[in-house]
Nanobody, 125 residues
Framework: QVQLVESGGGLVQAGGSLRLSCAASGRTFSSYTMGWFRQPPGKEREFVAAISWSGVVADYADSVKGRFTISRDNAKNMVYLQMNSLKPEDTALYYC??????????????????WGQGTQVTVSS
């Protein structure tokens, strides 16, 4: 069993930065692929970024490439999402996810093993 708790969301002006954190419980954290998804207002949840258990492989949605960076610290059971050059269209509820499959399957967001409760990010223009 893995529990995920996100933090770090908030209100920021366009062009600003935020760093989201996801704290995971459970001794097997280091074996899970971790990801971030988001759900904009009135839209479906979408993939943002994912990172392999080792941290070697990472993948990003085209809309955030070059602006967002996912990272993890297996010793601390933490995963992070550094978000720079934020845009109003980045406004969403951001979710942390953990899955036993690889990055290539987690990014589809189906049958994911564990989800966090989400943290709100609002970018003002």
């Amino acid at each position: 069993q893995v529990q995920l708790v996100e933090s770090g969301g908030g209100l920021v002006q366009a062009g600003g930065s935020l760093r989201l954190s996801c704290a995971a419980s459970g001794r097997t954290f280091s074996s899970y692929t971790m990801g971030w998804f988001r759900q904009p207002p009135g839209k479906e949840r979408e993939f943002v970024a994912a990172i392999s258990w080792s941290g070697v492989v990472a993948d990003y949605a085209d809309s955030v490439k070059g602006r967002f960076t996912i990272s993890r610290d297996n010793a601390k059971n933490m995963v992070y999402l550094q978000m720079n050059s934020l845009k109003p269209e980045d406004t969403a509820l951001y979710y942390c996810a953990a899955d036993s499959r690889g990055v290539g399957l987690l990014k589809f967001g189906r049958d994911v093993d564990y989800w966090g409760q989400g943290t709100q990010v609002t970018v003002s223009s």
